[in-house]
């Protein structure tokens, strides 16, 4: 069963960074895409970047696009969020999960995941 653990998360000030992992297990990394979600409370956890198998194809929210880059290593079995020029509105949870590919980690209903990991918090603040 595949196991997903984020860390990375804190507290920084607007205009800061930071790095998010998630450290994935029970299974083949590399025959999944990876997408990170980010959910604040009474929201729905919404998807905000997602990277393919290879690496090579990624997808960004237009809010985070230009600020986050995602990106994997499939040799350690980890995918990252490196989070620039941080604001307010990204502070809430982010979550990490594995699907087929891109365009179904972008598009499918969050429910209909599984399971999730814990999640980190990233907090941003003055």
């Known amino acids: 069963q595949v196991h997903l653990v984020e860390s990375g998360g804190g507290l920084v000030p607007p205009g800061g960074s930071l790095t998010l992992s998630c450290d994935f297990s029970?299974?083949?990394?590399?025959?999944?895409?990876v997408g990170w979600f980010h959910q604040v409370p009474g929201k729905e956890r919404k998807i905000v970047a997602a990277v393919s198998k290879s690496g090579f194809g990624t997808f960004y929210t237009d809010f985070v696009k230009g600020r986050f880059t995602i990106s994997r290593d499939n040799a350690r079995n980890t995918a990252s969020l490196t989070m620039n020029n941080l604001k307010l509105e990204d502070t809430g949870m982010y979550y990490c999960n594995v699907n087929n590919d891109v365009e179904t980690v972008r598009s499918m209903n969050v429910n209909w995941y599984d399971s999730w990991g814990q999640g980190t918090q990233v907090t941003v603040s003055s």
């Open positions: 029970g299974g083949l990394f590399s025959a999944y895409a």
